[in-house]
């Protein structure tokens, strides 16, 4: 368990886990790994809205391949003896990790995703930036139009930037029945074309 507890000490006292390299990842996680479970992170995601505002969520995926096989009734139940290893293992890292939420994927029969809040609280120009760029991604993942299917999108956090790539299709109507009741006031917007089509760049 010493292992797990350096790395659950890292977490909670570091707001972004990129800083660790894989090799001492794999040392602070060395009792999970050992039950050849593979794992891997996700960039912290800044929560703009709801109860926990202004806060960080990072996810751990755990890859598994734990036997399975017909038990009770059912076809494709888990039935490696490695799984509940894995539950006392994942136990200790819940009870260790100082989070005001800490969540799990409901389905983890091939991976389970442990979810967490981390302690440091993002604010100002940061935050602003960041919820307007979680507005976006969920505005054109809900639209079905060839122009947001073409769109792509990147935040810049060191920069206080999002860059939204639109192609050959843009056109202000496009744009701004897309993202109607967004407030971009806060907001510098620079539009400009280049060989790829309309660039558009935000930033406060």
């Known amino acids: 368990m010493k292992y797990l507890h350096k790395f659950l000490q890292h977490l909670n006292e570091s707001q972004d886990i990129t800083d660790l390299s894989k090799e001492e990842l794999d040392e602070m996680l060395l009792p999970i790994k050992d039950l050849e479970i ?12 709801g109860e926990y505002e202004g806060y960080t969520s990072m996810n751990i995926v755990f890859r598994n391949n734990f ?22 293992e994942l136990i ?19 991976s389970i995703v442990v979810s967490f809040i981390q302690n ?3 604010e100002g120009d940061l935050f602003k930036i960041q919820k307007l760029y979680n507005e976006l991604v969920k505005r054109t993942s809900v639209s079905k139009s060839d122009f947001s ?8 956090k060191d920069e206080l930037k999002i860059t939204v790539r639109c192609g050959e299709g843009y056109t202000e109507r496009k744009w701004n029945g897309l993202f109607r009741g967004i407030d971009f006031s806060d907001f510098n917007v620079e539009k400009n074309v280049e060989d790829t089509g309309w660039v558009v760049n935000l930033h406060t």
């Open 38 to 49: 593979e794992y891997s992170y996700q960039e912290p995601r800044t929560i703009t809205e």
């Open 120 to 122: 440091a609280k993002v």
């Open 67 to 88: 036997k399975t096989g017909p038990m009770g009734g059912y076809r494709d139940m888990i039935i490696d003896e490695k799984f509940w290893e894995f539950l006392d």
């Open 92 to 110: 200790a890292f819940k009870s260790r990790l100082e989070s005001v939420q800490v969540s799990i994927e409901p389905s983890f029969k091939h």
């Open 149 to 156: 299917a073409n769109m792509t999108k990147r935040l810049y």
